[in-house]
């Protein structure tokens, strides 16, 4: 079986930081790009980062030079840095993997269980 599990939400007071983990495992070859979603209560999901596998990231304007996506592809994790934050960032938080190459053959559009972000004034 090949798992996406997200760590690291919480609470934080606004301008704080808070880093988040997604951790894939299971017979995994490689993971070409990862990518960050969040949604907040009553909105649409949002695309916040997405990272290559050869470590090329982009961000939407909401979070751009804010946030920062890196990845270890030795043990296939993701993190999702996060800075500056704002209470409108409060959301969960999905990790999600477009590609993941395994023995078993190619799986498309995986995604994490979520993990809460809540930002305070």
């Known amino acids: 079986q090949v798992r996406l599990v997200e760590s690291g939400g919480g609470l934080v007071q606004a301008g704080g930081s808070l880093t988040l983990s997604c951790a894939a495992s299971g017979p995994i070859f490689s993971i070409n790009t990862m990518n960050w979603y969040r949604q907040a209560p009553g909105k649409q999901r949002e695309l916040v980062a997405t990272i290559t596998s050869g470590g090329t990231a982009n961000y939407p304007d909401s979070v751009k030079g804010r946030f920062t996506v890196s990845r270890v592809n030795a043990n296939n994790t993701g993190y999702l840095e996060m800075n500056s934050l704002k209470p409108e960032d409060t959301a969960v938080y999905y990790c999600?993997?477009?590609?993941?190459?395994?023995?078993?053959?190619?799986?498309?559009?995986?995604w994490g269980q979520g993990t809460q972000v809540t930002v305070s004034s």
């Open positions: 999600n993997a477009d590609r993941i190459f395994t023995a078993s053959g190619t799986l498309f559009g995986s």
